[in-house]
Structure formats: structure tokens, C-alpha cells
């Protein structure tokens, strides 16, 4: 049985408020807790920037809000549209160590086949959460995916903040905690000839970070960066951490997204967590990212 269940019915108690309806884009949600498909829009028009782009704008910024990660099915898009659609929501950041697509450093090269040591993001992490100022969001453009399997999950990190104890709460109030990318970055893209730089980004976070659009809480650690809670023993940091992670990868939090050639996900990297799935050999998945930056979590 979830520990997030038991005879008085579920701990945690989602209640959507799905607001107005939109009016230039139709939002499908995958589940009431995380996610939506978009539908009604074309990316690559979208960046023309005319009245009723500067509309469908807003509308995808409020659904990437209500859904925390938000899918559009069916586009085919440029390399530049792509980083135009990314500038759209702010400056884009510059990955401290993956490989990037034809010239220039803001398009990040997603790619796995039958030869790779590994594939991006296996384990359940927010992107890049060791720089000091971590991405606001990641937009994954997918041209070539398997016929089965590569999908990605997703969760929610206001959920899974709302749904510890009152007293688990008050006991991480105010914790920090190191995210390091040394020992992740470090040799991780030598298959494609990239030299390690002499260091990589690390940096203290909140525990529990406020969004700051919608106000809300967030639990802020992850497997792939978060090191150690700061200020307590060593021990007592391990064990708080692994019940935590635990807790963040219960499905309850999760939605999950089946790739299809030229889907794209966007997905809000201060209030979610996901996993991309490795499930696919010997068949390739090879697209692009781009990554907006985000603001230093407080």
C-alpha cells in the first residue's frame, strides 16, 4: 500500500481548479496532478510573433503554470525556431558540460543509439539544479525516437511538498542543501570527444524552494545532484534525503509522456523532477534542447 494512502483515504488531495477556458490553444490534461498536451498551435509560426501568436503566448505560459509540464504533438521546427521559441520565455542557458548542435551553445544534443555508454537523464533530477542560478525550464525537441519505449515521466514537486507531514515540514524549513555537478559531469560526455572542463558548478540550495511565479512551495532535492543537507550530521542528512527522494518518485506525483517523431516537451524545472526512460536498445532517440535561465532558489 502508498504510505500516501490508508483507511481515511488518500494523504494527499489534489483539487484542480481548472480556471477560464483558453481561447487560442486546447489543453488536455494527462493527469489532474502534472501535464497536459497542447494542441492548436504551431511552434514554428508561433515565434513570427504575430496578434494572435502574442495571444497563444500567454496562454501557453498560464498552461505551463496550471501543468508544470506541457506536450505539443506534430511540429516541425528549425534549429533557430527552436531557440527563438526558448527566447520567448527569457535568456537561454548555456549547459556547463554536454556536447551542443551545429553552432551554437544553446541547442544541447539529446542522443542515444545501439554504441552509447549511457543516455540523458536516466535518473530522477532537475536539469542543472548545481548552478547557482538553475534553469527556469527545459524545451525537448524529439526528431527521432524508437518505435517503442523512450518515454519520459514527470512529477510534481509542489505535490510532493504538500503531502509531508506538518512536522517534516517545520523540521526542513530553512534547510539548505549542496547540489555538486562534479561527480556527474566529469567524464560523462567523453563519448562524443568532449574534454572535461577543470571544474564544474556546485551550489547550496533551499530544501524546499518558493516558486517565483506562483508562489508555491516546492521541494528542491534531487538523486542526480543534491549531495547533503547542510548543518546536521552526515548520517541524519542520508537518511532524511533518501526518505525524501523516496517520496518525490511516488507515481501518485507522476504523469508520463510517450514520445512521438516531433513532439516537443516543456517542463518547469523549480517545481518538477523527471526521468527519461533507457528502455529502447539497440533503437536510437536523438533530438535537441534548449534551456531557459532561470534565478537563484529562494
Known amino acids: 500500500m502508498s504510505s500516501l494512502a490508508g483507511k481515511q483515504g488518500p494523504r494527499y488531495r489534489h483539487a484542480a481548479d481548472d480556471g477560464a477556458p483558453y481561447e487560442t490553444i486546447a489543453v488536455e490534461k494527462l493527469t489532474p496532478i502534472i501535464g497536459a498536451e497542447i494542441s492548436g498551435v504551431d511552434i514554428g509560426q508561433l515565434v513570427e510573433g504575430d496578434a494572435r501568436s502574442i495571444r497563444q503566448m500567454d496562454e501557453i505560459h498560464r498552461a505551463l503554470a496550471e501543468n508544470l509540464v506541457i506536450f505539443f504533438r506534430d511540429q516541425h521546427i528549425t534549429p533557430k525556431q527552436h531557440l527563438a521559441f526558448g527566447r520567448k520565455f527569457g535568456e537561454l542557458h548555456f549547459h556547463?558540460?554536454?556536447?551542443?548542435?551545429?553552432?551554437?551553445?544553446?541547442?544541447m544534443k539529446i542522443y542515444a543509439d545501439k554504441n552509447s555508454p549511457r543516455a540523458n537523464g536516466e535518473g530522477w533530477h532537475s536539469d542543472v539544479s548545481c548552478d547557482l542560478e538553475p534553469p527556469m525550464?527545459?524545451?525537448?525537441y524529439i526528431k527521432q525516437c524508437p518505435p517503442r519505449g523512450g518515454d519520459t515521466l514527470f512529477a510534481n514537486m509542489y505535490a510532493a511538498y504538500e503531502a509531508l507531514s506538518?512536522?517534516?515540514?517545520?523540521?526542513?524549513d530553512g534547510l539548505t542543501a549542496l547540489h555538486d555537478g562534479e561527480p556527474i559531469y566529469r567524464g560523462l560526455y567523453a563519448n562524443y570527444g568532449v574534454?572535461?572542463?577543470?571544474?564544474y558548478p556546485q551550489a547550496e540550495h533551499p530544501v524546499v524552494r518558493t516558486h517565483p511565479v506562483t508562489g508555491r512551495k516546492a521541494?528542491?532535492?534531487?538523486?542526480?545532484?543534491t549531495?547533503?543537507?547542510?548543518?546536521?550530521?552526515?548520517?541524519?542528512s542520508d537518511a532524511i534525503l533518501a526518505y525524501l527522494y523516496q517520496?518525490?518518485?511516488n507515481?501518485?506525483?507522476?504523469?508520463?509522456?510517450?514520445w512521438t517523431e516531433n513532439a516537443i516537451a516543456f517542463w518547469d524545472n523549480r517545481c518538477t523532477q523527471h526521468r527519461a526512460m533507457w528502455d529502447y536498445w539497440p533503437h536510437t532517440r536523438s533530438g535537441t534542447r534548449v534551456t531557459v535561465k532561470g534565478e537563484r532558489p529562494v
Open 166 to 172: 506538518d512536522r517534516m515540514k517545520a523540521y526542513l
Open 247 to 249: 517520496h518525490a518518485e
Open 195 to 199: 574534454a572535461d572542463r577543470p571544474s
Open 219 to 225: 521541494l528542491y532535492v534531487n538523486r542526480g545532484f
Open 251 to 258: 507515481p501518485l506525483f507522476q504523469c508520463r509522456f510517450r
Open 227 to 236: 549531495r547533503h543537507i547542510n548543518g546536521i550530521p552526515r548520517d541524519e
Open 137 to 140: 525550464g527545459s524545451i525537448l
Open 96 to 107: 556547463p558540460a554536454a556536447p551542443h548542435e551545429d553552432e551554437d551553445p544553446a541547442l
